[in-house]
């Protein structure tokens, strides 16, 4: 159930927003499904899912729970499992994290390994390409918040994670005596390249997405010892305008790193050679949309207190009351962004999906861009929701979860036209 302040907002906002979009709509026909609580035994996934297309219409998805990768053919049926927990080649400890080449070939950093491991289309190991240095599972994990195949080679492109996070390696490595041992790489409003091409993982810097200013500075090494201040410093802001990021067929990189409705459009080398732009703009947030918003979260939180633990899905906060004043002690960035995030179709196109109505919901409009950089239109709210990925001839795939949080996967072809 919805605070009664929902309807209030939904009625302030339908406003020009609307005005601006030319209707789309979307013939959406599903293809199969896969996973649920009365699966195979190799489709009952884990809660923690990565999924992606091949050329040939697979859908190959990280089970990471599970430690192995699945590949299910274009008629929903099981082609191979591959991997297994353990310690050697081809053999999974902690992975998080899957990208996928058009011709099959998939990659999956593993923290453990402090590696990458490159699998052939066939689903055997074609290459473990190491970090540099000394094996350091906290740097490793440092560079893997979101990862990309690269189009134009056999490398990858990485989102990094947040800057705190490399403090506290850095403060771990110093502690250790190893001062020299600094964790490298981006933070999570930036962009590196991958070379796995050799036996050692060569990083590249791409590009520096724009940071919100906070009203303090991230936590210096030296009071990463107060570990309630490292957590709330994890806190981004409500609202806060997030790195949204998708690579498109041809290397390009297509990114949003503000409030406003500006894509940036990169060259593989990250230098912005257009923006897409819309007549869309942030909106001031009140106090009255702060209160609602906190409501609306504290009561996600109750239901999930209320639902129990679950083998499907995250435990329950061990203290509750303390989870529900880190909800309302978590601060408010001053507007709510335009964007809420980035897909690049099989063909060159952009979705981008916008704000909701009503802010702190997950659904949102989704304009739709052409493979020619051309507003074509825009999809309604949740019809359909943002795919998680795109496959060749219209194939997409959304992640569903039931009443236990029980993942299952569902495959759809769309086609989008005019309303």
């Known amino acids: 159930m919805r605070p009664a302040a929902y309807p209030i907002f939904a009625t302030l906002l339908a406003t020009t927003a609307v005005a601006q979009d030319r209707p789309l709509t979307a013939d959406v026909t599903e293809v199969y499904r896969v996973g649920g609580v009365n699966a195979e035994e190799w489709a009952f996934f884990g809660p923690a899912l990565q999924p992606g297309f091949d050329g040939a219409s697979n859908l190959v998805v990280l089970d990471a729970f599970n430690k192995r990768v699945v590949v299910v053919g274009p008629d929903g049926r099981l082609v191979r499992v591959v991997g297994r927990g353990g310690e050697g080649p081809g053999e999974f400890q902690q992975v998080r994290a899957l990208a996928v080449w058009r011709d099959g070939r998939f990659a999956v950093p593993d923290t453990e390994h402090s590696a990458i491991q490159v699998f052939a289309p066939d689903g055997e190991l ?139 459009l990169a060259r593989p080398d990250g230098s912005v050679i257009d923006v897409l732009r819309r007549p869309l703009s942030p909106e001031a947030v009140s106090e009255r949309m702060q209160r609602a918003t906190i409501d609306f979260h504290i009561q996600r939180l109750e239901e999930r207190l209320a639902r129990g633990p679950s083998s499907a899905g995250p435990l329950p906060p061990s203290d509750p009351e303390e989870s529900r004043q880190r909800i309302r002690d978590r601060a408010f960035y001053h507007e709510v962004p335009v964007v809420r995030g980035i897909r690049a179709t099989w063909d060159g196109g952009l979705w981008i999906h916008r704000r909701s109505e009503v802010p702190w919901e997950d659904e949102g409009p989704i304009d739709v861009f052409s493979a020619d950089r051309e507003y074509l239109g825009t999809l309604p709210s949740g019809e359909p929701a943002m795919p998680i990925a795109f496959g060749p001839d219209g194939l997409v795939v959304h992640l569903e979860r039931d009443e236990l949080d029980v993942p299952t996967l569902v495959v759809s072809r769309v086609a989008v036209g005019g309303a």
């Open 126 to 264: 074609e290459r473990f390409v190491r970090w540099p240095g000394e094996a350091r599972a906290l740097s490793s994990a440092l560079r893997h918040r979101e990862i990309r195949a690269d189009p134009l080679g056999d490398r990858l492109i990485t989102q990094g994670v947040e800057g705190v996070l490399v403090e506290m390696a850095n403060f771990a490595y110093r502690l250790t005596g190893n001062p020299e041992e600094d964790a490298q790489g981006v933070d999570d409003r930036a962009l590196e390249r991958l070379d796995l091409a050799g036996d050692v993982i060569a990083a590249r810097p791409i590009l520096q997405g724009w940071r919100a200013p906070r009203p303090e500075p991230l936590l210096s090494a030296t009071e990463l010892e107060d570990w309630p201040k490292v957590v709330a410093s994890l806190q981004d802001r409500y609202f806060e305008p997030g790195f949204h990021w998708d690579v498109l067929p041809d290397g390009t990189i297509a990114y949003s790193d503000s409030s406003a409705y500006d894509i940036k």
